[in-house]
T-cell receptor
Framework: GNSVTQMEGPVTLSEEAFLTINCTYT??????LFWYVQYPGEGLQLLLK?????DKGSNKGFEATYRKETTSFHLEKGSVQVSDSAVYFC?????????????FGSGTRLQVQP | ETGVTQTPRHLVMGMTNKKSLKCEQH?????MYWYKQSAKKPLELMFV???????ENNSVPSRFSPECPNSSHLFLHLHTLQPEDSALYLC??????????????FGEGSRLTVL
């Protein structure tokens, strides 16, 4: 079946540091890939997505590139802010199976210190 | 504001109680989902409804009973729960169209504590 593996947290960084959160996936065929973010006390929000190999999703300074050769979708940001502190979830969906519910990773907590 | 509203936000219940969680979406979507979020575990898909019909039940115990009276409302009826059922229950919706990449919109969740 499909699965998503994320690096364990928490990840603690100082403000303006460079962020990488690793994500790798297992799926047959060509899934779509997503990053969701969950701020404290809130539900999940879509951060960015990529639907085919070599696509780069980007939003709010975050980027992730769909790498089929390494089955990865690592999240990066060049300069984090305290307001980026949240839990980040990598996820995939296989459109061609007809099942549209996302498969999520376990989440990575990011703590940014001033 | 994501357009998906869940109530109540917090619920404490005993193991013999019966309660319900409610979800309403104002996005005109045709699919709705229940997810369970427990500490240090991946999100677990529980149920999926497309056009009010249940299309997926992910081996969820019968003490959880979903209901989808229309495409805008989704309920999760709870009965004789166990302490290990304490978690954040997230509702989500999406628009199912051929070629859609399946973006889900989530509510803020209902935090359930079973005593």
């Amino acid at each position: 079946g499909n699965s998503v593996t994320q690096m364990e947290g928490p990840v603690t960084l100082s403000e303006e540091a460079f962020l990488t959160i690793n994500c790798t996936y297992t799926a047959t065929g060509y899934p779509s890939l997503f990053w969701y973010v969950q701020y404290p006390g809130e539900g999940l929000q879509l951060l960015l997505k990529a639907t085919k190999a070599d696509d780069k999703g980007s939003n709010k300074g975050f980027e992730a590139t769909y790498r089929k050769e390494t089955t990865s979708f690592h999240l990066e940001k060049g300069s984090v802010q305290v307001s980026d502190s949240a839990v980040y979830f990598c996820a995939l969906i296989k459109v061609d199976t007809g099942r549209r519910a996302l498969t999520f990773g376990s989440g990575t907590r990011l703590q940014v210190q001033p | 504001e994501t357009g998906v509203t869940q109530t109540p936000r917090h619920l404490v219940m005993g193991m013999t109680n019966k309660k319900s969680l409610k979800c309403e979406q104002h996005l005109g979507h045709n699919a709705m989902y229940w997810y369970k979020q427990s500490a240090k575990k991946p999100l677990e898909l529980m149920f999926v409804y497309n056009f009010k019909e249940q299309t997926e039940n992910n081996s969820v115990p019968s003490r959880f009973s979903p209901e989808c009276p229309n495409s805008s409302h989704l309920f999760l009826h709870l009965h004789t729960l166990q302490p290990e059922d304490s978690a954040l229950y997230l509702c989500a919706s999406s628009q199912e169209v051929a070629g859609n990449t399946g973006e889900l919109f989530f509510g803020e969740g209902s935090r359930l504590t079973v005593l």
